[in-house]
């Protein structure tokens, strides 16, 4: 064998082994290899021959304020992510990564070289040509440290961005990690030559492009002339901020709105009307968790935290607020019970309001002692419903429990960023978690975790699981990695719930996948 | 007449500085930081930096007198600022949405003046036992349903069940007249009932008032017409108390759209002020504060100058209210 | 005492005292001031009358019609929504009697200097008044909740502040025009001393007034909460208003109907009684100004 066929069959295994790490990374019960090449059918690509019908969007208590793909601050923004935006990977509707800008990609051996060759003729809704200078800017703009983007902590370990021609990429990691492509599904390829003008514009290479925008209110989306994937399905996409979640159903139900998004749980029976359907992801991994500050006193010690979780009646909660649809997390685990990742050994959290006594006494949190939850106002009621369980629970063992609602912005500059000291807090909130367990882990890691957190031991096997690319010898990793959290509980995991989305009857092509996040760029008309 | 009118604007001015001020150094005191807000929750692992980057492009590293002079100082030349979420330029937001403000607060004030002044009227020439009891009793219960609960009645009722009008968003009355009315039609009706029932309240008192002077009982023994004596001389000496409270409405309107707003998701002013308290996004706030402040004195102002109009008497003495 | 002072006094008196009898002659008053006790005293009453624990949680009873056990059913906790209700009724009462109390003597007090101090002084107090006036309460009240939370306390505290201002600009007006009034210039000519002056004659003269503007500020004050309630900003749990009641009841709108309705219509009626009170009260103690 030549040296250059040597190198070849190495890249072409290589190929093999990072695709197949990739998707298996989601799913690993489908453990096909498929190497990331433009032959397979590609999500991106849209099937119509013309655009046609305008689908209205409802979002509530919130609007959409910003466009800016690499900075996202609102979770109902996510849509346009895949609308007017594309990655150089992006998850097909089974959590798998997929080529979107990128055809293809190889890593060196170690897992610290990977190259990538871009789409050619892709081409921004302005009309220029988006190239590997486009690709190589975006991710360095997502690890500049003046930029707050949602994606920066997942691509720390990226040391160099070169350009190989004009459809080339080449990544150098100082790690090494199997799992680039999955992490670049979210930097999204905008037009940094305007980064002022992005929040405004939100100019991207995606089926769509605004139309007209009225911030916090309404957005309009419209296709795309330049579209390298076919012609976009729909004629108009509107979203449509309403101002509470009945209103929004009210009008769900009125025919009014298409799709809405974020539907209460005591809802649901209500926005069935006329054949409308609900969004059914591959798999949930969104979480309802209730975050502690790990450092201050009661719950810098483990045992008022284990104790915590005893207190918390999940069964009750789920029933009560989520009427029942949802997962328990009896092992306290950010990775849902229902994933193949999950431990099923773990010792559950079973709800024992003596043990939760006992516990308390031995961490020295005596009774009388007052807790505060500090959650959201006019958002989340169900966190409500869960919190005057605890509280009544809490009373029952002789604690009490202070629940505090707050408009957005107290809620969240008590507790955010991560650093900040809140003792005796229990703060709600939702964990949009990814389906691979590495980045589902690194919302608990230190210098992400609000709940300040720090384990070594923990620390050094997320790292160590990263750069291990034989999914059996991973999977180990995440079960020592699950008994060490399931252990400290530096969050408490009450369920793994998705978004409810419900749709009207005649809309297709609308999915959900696995962190809650909804895709329009195939939603279309039955004709 | 001169002399009175520049002391109001002066003092106007004054109002305005004042409430500017009152607005910056309240939305200062309270919790929460834009910087934080704008970054939201979902990213984790931000960099000190980056808080930092955001504070200065904001502006929010000066100290607060500065802050607030460079406000001012941007204000006098036209300059409103950018909001701090979507960086559009303050003007474009509120110009972009006061015509959803202007159009539902107008119409309300017709529906408000439409069911009052005839109200009023009727009953005073009608002067039936029943139609009297029903008027009280629209007035008490129209004063007495908060906007919300009126809204949400309506939204059931004719969005829902009955579908003939839309519940909610805003159509461009340029663009398309017609249709645009009719989505404000539901908003406006629920705030024009809150509107009409304080103006049919303070109406039927005054005329209860006038009825008694001596010119009417002069009126009257001339053998004219009840109609006639109510429609030419009852009325208007009626209206003249009524004008202070439909000043006083007039000015605070934009304060009682926010809930209407709200509730019919409708893309106005009140929906951008409860936004920008939320995201605490001061320029937006200070600047629409200004605007409700500024519509508020200068209604007044109007308020005051019309009653010298309608009552010769007060142009020289100036009573207190 | 002098003979002219003693006189007018009297007559006053006579006035005020005939006042409450002929208030209670009035049909619509005197159903309004039933509807107001009852209110009160199941209100305070509650924990003596009330057929439940306000938070006792029963899981196998959630969202009941009303029924007999339950009259008006129960919330999204199986908690007895006509114990909750009574219970409500003592925060939003408790709530909107205090904020009308702090409102009234805050305000009275700040329109009586500003009558009293011509010049920059009373001008000054005048023109913040104005000021504060001019901004929408809504607004005033959100960004004030933001800054104090939401307990019953800051609520009190913060609704009283709202209502000041207006308070403070009906003061004054009557006050000043108590001042051009006969007995006023009797009482002054006489050489009563300052303080008897605002205590004994003017204080009391200007009450039905002030008395009169405190049921509309109690109406108020019950409406504002409500509307703070609505975005979450209210009572917080498991303590209940009847704002937060009807809000709760709102996002469960389509799980029971009935929820909302009962809230509803208890705000609906206090807000009615107290601004009909108020109304009637002004007729019969200021005809000249009603």
New interface residues.
């Given amino acids: 064998m030549t040296r250059a066929r040597r190198l070849a069959a190495i890249g072409v295994l290589t190929i093999c082994v990072a695709a197949a790490i990739a998707s298996m990374a989601a799913a690993p019960s489908k453990a096909t290899a498929r190497a990331g090449t433009a032959t397979q059918s590609l999500t991106s690509l849209t099937g119509c021959k013309a655009s046609k019908g305008t689908l209205t969007y409802g979002i509530a208590g919130a609007g959409i304020t910003a466009l800016d793909p690499n900075t996202i601050a609102f979770a109902g923004q996510e849509p346009l992510q895949t609308l007017l935006y594309d990655g150089l990977t992006e998850y097909n509707s089974k959590m798998q990564v997929v080529p979107d800008l990128a055809t293809s990609w190889t890593s060196s051996p170690d897992l610290t070289v990977w190259k990538f060759k871009l789409r050619q003729g892709v081409r921004y809704a302005t009309g220029r040509n988006f190239t590997s200078t486009d690709a190589r800017a975006n991710i360095l703009r997502v690890l500049d440290p003046t930029v707050a983007s949602q994606a920066q902590g997942d691509l720390k370990d990226i040391r160099s961005v070169r350009t190989n021609g004009k459809w080339g990429l080449i990544i150098r990691l100082g790690h090494p990690s199997a799992l680039l492509p999955t992490a670049l599904i979210n930097v999204k390829m905008s037009d940094t030559t305007n980064v002022a003008a992005l929040n405004t514009t939100g100019n991207g290479t995606g089926p769509y492009m605004v139309g007209s925008f009225s911030p916090g209110q309404t957005l309009t989306v419209v296709p795309n002339p330049h579209y390298w994937g076919g012609t976009a399905c729909l004629a108009q996409i509107d979203f449509i901020r309403e101002p509470d979640t009945t209103s929004m159903v009210t009008d769900f139900k009125a025919g009014k709105l298409g799709m809405v998004w974020q539907v209460p749980p005591a809802d649901i029976p209500a926005a069935k009307t006329n054949g409308s359907t609900f969004l059914t992801p591959s798999g949930v991994s969104g979480a309802h968790v209730w975050e502690v500050d790990t450092t201050s006193p009661p719950f810098n010690n483990v045992l008022a935290r284990q104790a915590l979780s005893y207190a918390i009646d999940r069964k009750a909660m789920i029933g009560a607020a989520f009427f029942g649809l949802g997962t328990p997390s009896y092992g306290n685990e950010v990775i849902s019970a229902n994933s193949l990742f999950y431990d099923k050994s773990l010792t559950p959290y079973t709800f024992n309001l003596t043990k939760a006594k006992q516990l308390f006494a031995e961490a020295g949190v005596a009774p009388g002692t007052t807790f505060t939850y500090w959650a959201l106002a006019g958002r989340r009621d169900e966190w409500i419903t869960m919190a005057q369980i605890l509280q009544q629970d809490l009373q029952k063992i002789g604690f009490n429990l202070t629940i505090v609602r707050s408009d957005v912005s107290t809620w969240l500059s008590k507790f955010y960023p991560a650093g900040k000291s809140y003792p005796g807090y229990i703060i709600a909130n939702y964990f949009s978690l990814p389906p691979d367990p590495s980045y589902a882990f690194s919302q608990v890691r230190f210098g992400s975790c609000e709940c300040n957190w720090k384990d070594p031991t923990f620390e050094a096997l997320a790292e160590k699981a990263i750069g291990t690319p034989d999914v059996a010898a991973r999977t180990k990793l995440y079960y020592k990695m699950e008994a060490i959290e399931s252990q400290q509980s530096p969050v408490m995991v009450i369920a793994h719930q998705t978004n409810i989305v419900a749709v009207q009857k005649g809309i297709t092509g609308a999915w959900e996948d696995a962190q809650g996040n909804v895709h329009l760029e195939g939603a279309r008309f039955a004709s | 007449m001169l002399r009175y009118l520049v002391k109001r604007l002066v003092t106007s001015v004054f109002l305005l500085v004042l409430s500017s001020i009152l607005i910056f150094l309240l939305l200062r005191v309270i919790p929460g930081d834009p910087t934080i807000t704008k970054l939201g929750g979902s990213i984790k692992n931000v960099n000190p930096r980056a808080i930092e980057a955001i504070r200065h492009q904001l502006g929010l590293d000066r100290s607060l007198p500065s802050q607030y002079v460079h406000w001012v100082g941007g204000v006098l030349h036209g300059n409103f600022g950018r909001s701090y979420f979507s960086q559009f330029p303050v003007t474009t937001l509120v110009s972009e949405r006061i015509g959803a403000t202007l159009e539902l607060t107008i119409l309300a004030m017709l529906i408000g003046l439409l069911i009052s002044v005839p109200g009023a009227a009727i009953g005073a020439i009608w002067r039936n036992r029943w139609f009297d009891a029903f008027l009280s009793g629209f007035t008490a219960i129209g004063v007495a349903t908060p906007a919300f609960v009126t809204g949400i009645i309506l939204i059931v009722i004719f969005g829902l069940k009955l579908k003939l009008l839309p519940t909610q968003g805003y159509v461009s009355f340029a663009n398309h007249p017609f249709v645009s009315l009719k989505t404000a039609l539901l908003p406006a009706i629920t705030l024009g009932i809150a509107v009409a029932a304080p103006i049919l309240r303070i109406l039927r008192a005054s005329i209860t008032d006038v009825e008694t002077a001596p010119f009417i009982r002069t009126a009257e023994g001339k053998g004219l017409f009840r109609r006639q004596v109510v429609v030419r001389h009852v009325l208007p000496n009626a209206a003249i108390p009524a004008l202070t409270t439909v000043g006083v409405i007039v000015g605070s309107l934009l304060g009682g759209a926010v809930v209407v707003e709200y509730v019919f998701a409708r893309p106005g002013l009140g929906t951008l002020m409860v936004d920008s308290v939320f995201q605490r996004d001061y320029g937006v706030l200070q600047t629409l504060v200004l605007l409700a402040a500024a519509a508020f004195i200068f209604t007044s102002l109007v308020v005051d100058l019309l009653y010298g109009v309608v009552d010769p008497r007060l142009r020289t003495v100036r009573g207190d209210e | 005492m002098s003979a002219a002072g003693a006189t007018i006094e009297l007559a006053l008196d006579r006035r005020r005292r005939n006042a409450f009898i002929r208030l209670v002659r009035r049909p ?1 008053a005197a159903l309004a001031a039933g509807v107001v006790l009852v209110l009160v005293v199941g209100a305070a009453a509650a924990p003596l009358v009330a057929p439940y624990k306000p ?1 006792a ?1 029963n ?1 196998t009873h ?1 969202f009941a019609p009303p029924s007999a056990t339950h009259l008006f059913g129960t919330d ?2 199986g908690r007895d929504l006509l114990t909750r209700v009574m219970y409500g009724g003592r925060t939003s009462l408790e709530i909107a009697a205090a904020a009308t109390l702090i409102s009234m003597i805050a305000g009275t007090l700040w329109g009586f200097v500003a009558a009293f101090r011509k010049g920059w002084v009373g001008e000054t107090l005048m ?2 008044a ?10 005033l009240g ?3 909740v ?2 104090f ?2 307990s019953t306390t800051s609520l009190i505290v913060i609704l009283g502040c709202l209502f000041a201002p207006a308070t403070a ?1 009906l003061a ?2 009557s006050l ?1 025009s108590e001042l051009q009034s006969d007995y006023y210039l009797a009482a002054v000519s006489v050489g009563a001393s300052a303080r008897r002056i605002v205590l004994g004659e003017l204080l009391p003269n200007t009450l039905p007034v002030l008395l009169a503007r405190a049921t509309l500020v109690a ?1 108020d004050a019950i ?1 504002v909460e ?2 703070l309630s ?4 209210g009572v ?3 303590g209940t208003s009847w704002g937060t009641l ?1 809000q ?1 009841g ?6 029971s109907y009935w929820y909302p309705i009962f809230p ?1 219509l208890v ?2 009626v206090a ?2 009684a107290l ?2 009170l108020g ?1 009637n009260l002004q007729r019969v103690l200021d005809p000249a100004r ?1």
Avoid: H, K, W
């Avoid at chain 3, 609505?230 to 900003?233: D, K, S, Y």
């Fill in positions: 619509p938070n949680i899981f959630l999204e906790l023109r913040i104005d000021a504060a006036m001019g901004m929408p309460v809504i607004l959100l960004v004030l933001a800054a939370g939401a600009r004054r007006s000043l109406a409406f409500a509307s609505f975005v979450g900003l917080q749990p498991p009807l709760a709102y996002t469960n709108l389509y799980r509803g705000i609906l807000v009615l601004n009909i109304d009603a």
